[in-house]
Every structure is written in C-alpha cells, then in structure tokens.
C-alpha cells in the first residue's frame, strides 16, 4: 500500500543533542513537507521541497534543517539550536502542480520530547 | 497577512445533534479551501476541497460549503466516532498551505 512512514514515532532527546526524524514515501509524490504542532495548536510549517535537491525554509525554520536528495526521502535534524523543540512532527507529501497541491497526506508523526 | 481562524475551539455534542464548525479566511486570490479530520496523536486525514464559493461537498454526515469569506462544515447527525479535530487549511505563498488552529470536537454517546 502507499504511504508515507515516518520514524521513530517517540523520541527522547538530551538537550544540545541533534537528532535526525525520517521520512519515506512511495507515493511518487514530487512535493513534501515538514510541520510541527504543540498541543491545542495548528500545524506550522518548517520546510518544503517541490523537487529533488531543492528545499525552501517555511514559517519557524530556524534550528531545523533538512535534505532532499530522493524523491521518496525527506529527513529534518532538528539541531541544538532549536530553542523549544518538544513537539509532535509531521511530515506530509502532495502532487507539486495543479489544484492536488493542498491535499496532502500525512505520516502517523513522531513525537520529540527533550529532557 | 493571510489569516485562517477557526470556531469555536471546542464543541461538545450529543450522539444526533446536528450542529456547524466555522473556518474563517483572509486571503488573496483563494485558490482552494481543505478540510482534515485528526484523530489524537495521528496525522491529519484530507477530508474534502473547496475551490468556489457556492460549492458544496459531502461525505457520510459531514457537508461543507463555501463562501467568499468562510467555510462552515455541517455535522448532521453525529455519532461518537466523529470525536476528532477538524482542521480548514487555504494555500497561501508558493505552495504554503496555512492550517488554522482546529476545532476539536467531542460527540457525547
């Protein structure tokens, strides 16, 4: 069946410690993304990429960072320098063009916790 | 600034109280309204789409509808399987899709 798969779905993390959440999708999807949500709140968008090897910052990039060198891959590390970054992460693809674009379909998430 | 708010924040309903969730917008050239369902510590699950006002669009109980300036997502008839946040979400930048903040709702057997 296809998907997108996400993982861990928990993780624990030490503070000052960069850790790495994975994203795979064999939708054969050309647009992907990153959001994050805190609790009782909406979904706000770290980064996007429409293409391989090309990536765009979205609303609250700093102290993440991402790459894109698949299609079907789109890891985001969140870094130490990620002030606050205990939250639930979803990674989302959709068809780049045409009015597909705002339907996207969604990994289960990984929840980060920082201890 | 483009803006998606959404009301009310949280609804609680008896099994068969029929009642509207609102989802609010302020954009420019909309290009396409969505709707998601989210069940608790899962991703969001695309509903439907709306591109114009007027149109309308339905599944199993769940009806929205479109206007210039909001959406409203009809719940007829709801039973306890349809506890779930329901999130609208409007293209806004490139291709930027703005989420509002959600409605979560709580259908009472």
């Known amino acids: 069946d296809g998907g997108i798969t996400q993982s861990p779905k928990y993780l624990f993390r030490k503070e000052g410690q960069n850790v790495t959440l994975s994203c795979e999708q064999n939708?054969?999807?050309?647009?992907m993304y990153w959001y994050r949500q805190d609790p009782g709140q909406g979904l706000r968008l770290i980064y996007y990429?429409?293409?391989?090897?090309?990536?765009q910052k979205g609303d609250i990039a700093e102290g993440y960072s991402v790459s894109r060198e698949k299609k079907e891959s789109f890891p985001l590390t969140v870094t130490s320098a990620q002030k606050n970054p205990t939250a639930f992460y979803l990674c989302?693809?959709?068809?780049?063009?045409?009015?597909?674009?705002?339907?996207?379909?969604f990994g289960e998430g990984s929840r980060l916790t920082v201890l | 600034e483009d803006q998606v708010t959404q009301s009310p924040e949280a609804l609680r309903l008896q099994e068969g109280e029929s009642s509207s969730l609102n989802c609010s917008y302020t954009?420019?050239?909309?290009?396409?309204l969505f709707w998601y369902r989210q069940d608790p510590g899962k991703g969001p699950e695309f509903l439907f789409t709306?591109?114009?006002a007027g149109e309308e669009k339905e599944k199993e109980r769940l009806k929205s509808t479109l206007t210039k300036k909001e959406s409203f997502l009809h719940i007829t008839a709801p039973k306890p399987e349809d506890s779930a946040t329901y999130l609208c979400?409007?293209?806004?930048?490139?291709?930027?899709?703005?989420f509002g903040e959600g409605t979560q709702l709580t259908v009472n057997p």
């Open positions: 979400a409007v293209p806004t930048s490139g291709s930027r899709l703005t």
């Open positions: 709306l591109y114009s």
């Open positions: 954009v420019s050239g909309l290009r396409g």
């Open positions: 990429s429409q293409i391989v090897n090309d990536f």
């Open positions: 989302a693809s959709s068809i780049s063009r045409g009015r597909e674009t705002g339907e996207l379909f």
């Open positions: 939708l054969n999807h050309d647009a």
